[in-house]
């Protein structure tokens, strides 16, 4: 069974500080995706990365960056020097290839907060 | 500009009251998703479509109904027999089938008069 797990429900920061969203993910597969979607007050889900599990190197992209661990399952995401925008909420979410197409598993999402 | 549009943005079902929400988009994609969200809750997958005229049924599909006759359109029906309707729908499409990103509309919030 696949399975993504959020563990911080909450976090705030101050503005101009880094920030770290933690994200493990379970999986028996070897072949599988990841994903970060952010979700602002608005509603919709952004895109912000796809990656593959046979591609380890971190990424990034302006402020944000993203450390892929296999051996800790991990999928973190940085953001660095946060400001107001960045409030929302985050989610990280596993694709396996072959499983149930269509089936994005998301964790329960990162409510980030990010006061002046 | 490209995207998908979802209609109503805001939902007030009676009991016992079939309700459709509304999914369009022009991105020329061919799956499409809805997915339920509840308070402090991921998103859970109801039903998606990879092509016209199919589509299958995901985690949480009790209760609710979809079609896809065209490649633009697909409307989620909440059913009378979905007891506990109260959520955000999110609809979603993608060029193929995941994992390729998925990209979401406004949202519905559906509740319960």
């Known amino acids: 069974a696949q399975k993504v797990t959020q563990a911080q429900t909450e976090i705030s920061v101050v503005e101009k500080e880094d920030v770290t969203l933690d994200c493990v993910y379970e999986t028996r597969d070897t072949t599988y995706y990841l994903f970060w979607y952010k979700q602002p007050p608005s509603g919709e889900l952004v895109f912000l990365i796809r990656r593959n599990s046979f591609d380890e190197q971190n990424e990034i992209s302006g402020r944000y960056s993203w450390n892929f661990q296999k051996s800790t399952s991990s999928f973190n995401f940085t953001i660095t020097a946060s400001q107001v925008v960045d409030s929302a909420v985050y989610f990280c979410a596993l694709s396996v290839r072959g499983g149930s197409q269509g089936n994005l598993i998301f964790g329960k999402g990162t409510k980030l907060s990010v006061k002046p | 500009d490209g995207g998908i549009t979802q209609s109503p943005k805001y939902l007030f079902r009676k009991e016992g009251q079939n309700v459709t929400l509304s999914c369009e988009q022009n991105l020329n994609h061919d799956a499409m998703y809805w997915y339920r969200q509840d308070p402090g809750q991921g998103l859970r997958l109801i039903y998606y479509?990879?092509?016209?005229?199919?589509?299958q049924k995901g985690d949480i599909a009790e209760g609710y109904s979809v079609s896809r006759e065209k490649k633009e359109s697909f409307p989620l029906t909440v059913t009378s027999a979905q007891k506990n309707p109260t959520a955000f729908y999110l609809c979603?499409?993608?060029?193929?089938?995941?994992?390729?990103?998925?990209?979401f509309g406004d949202g519905t919030r559906l509740s319960i008069l």
């Open positions: 979603a499409s993608s060029v193929d089938r995941v994992p390729q990103p998925q990209h």
């Open positions: 479509s990879q092509i016209v005229n199919d589509f």
